[in-house]
């Protein structure tokens, strides 16, 4: 029925929607809307019309944005199971708008009218993820967000660090000579490390048991190229990630065996025919 479509109704709901009057509703013709948003989590209803009524909803969220190029910076500490957020403006707004949660499904928001630049956030649980973001508006009604406020900073926080649950998955050796080999693996996922990854270590020992110095990498590394290994040797790797609170577990012993001999390049043989 889509030569029948006589506009296009768009909803734009905040999230989370602490408003009492429902998402902004926008009528047009196009199938296209430009909005300017802050960096806010926000669900977006698509339904077309007719002369018979309207059509089911359409449901997309906006992806995140990207936290670069940010007009100022926020701090957030931990007190207790509080945060004290703190932040410098470059001007005084009418009001500033707080979002503080785990992820798009849990955010909460505070409406702050006073020209301070702090904030103390309740019921942190330890060991998990938070996002925060403060807006800065002039205009507070909450209704008007969606058109009037602009982000003024994001920063992530745990109230409480814990050292990673499991090591990196997928630990693969590849690249075995006589005396390195390439050890790659999967990042560990973010519900994984229970604080801020500061990187990873790698620790491996020969057939005799001799452990070599523990190597250590920063967090957004995911290979290393093991080198200074004795031939005809097996070897066995292990890796752990850590944060602020420690070290987490191993990952099992991953095993490789170095050759005897170096690596055999192939040999091409090319034979051409001449006509008699």
């Not at 926020?74 to 009418?94: D, M, Q, R």
């Not at 452990?211 to 040797?233: F, M």
Request: glycine share 6%; with cysteine.
């Amino acid at each position: 029925q889509s030569e029948n479509i006589l506009g296009y109704f768009v909803n734009l709901e905040r999230m989370p929607n602490n408003c009492s009057r429902p998402p902004n509703h926008i009528s047009l013709k196009d199938r296209k809307i430009l909005v300017n948003l802050s960096m806010a989590y926000y669900r977006v209803y698509i339904s077309a019309y007719n002369e018979a009524g309207e059509s089911p909803r359409a449901i997309y969220i906006v992806p995140e944005f990207s936290v670069t190029d940010l007009p100022g910076q926020i701090h957030a500490k931990s007190l207790g199971t509080n945060a004290v957020v703190t932040w410098t403006p470059e001007y005084n707004p009418k009001c500033f708008v707080v979002d503080w949660g785990t992820g798009k499904e849990d955010m909460h928001m505070k409406i702050i009218t006073t020209a301070t630049g702090n904030f103390t956030l309740e019921n942190f649980q330890p060991y998990k993820l938070y996002k925060i973001m403060v807006h800065a508006s002039d205009v507070c009604q909450c209704e008007n967000f969606i058109t009037q406020e602009k982000t003024f900073g994001v920063t992530h926080f745990y109230s409480v660090e814990g050292v990673p649950r499991m090591g990196p998955t997928n630990v693969t050796i590849l690249n075995i000579t006589k005396h390195s080999a390439l050890v790659k693996w999967t990042e560990i996922a973010a519900e994984d490390r229970l604080g801020f990854l500061l990187g990873y270590r790698i620790s491996y020992t020969d057939s005799s048991r001799k452990k070599s110095p523990v190597v250590t990498l920063n967090s957004s590394t995911t290979s290393y190229h093991l080198t200074g290994l004795k031939e005809k040797t097996t070897y066995r790797v292990q890796i752990s990630g850590f944060t602020n609170a420690g070290e987490g577990p191993l990952t099992l012993s991953q095993a490789f065996s170095t050759p005897k001999y170096g690596t055999v390049e192939p040999l091409c043989i090319c034979i051409t025919q001449h006509e008699s």
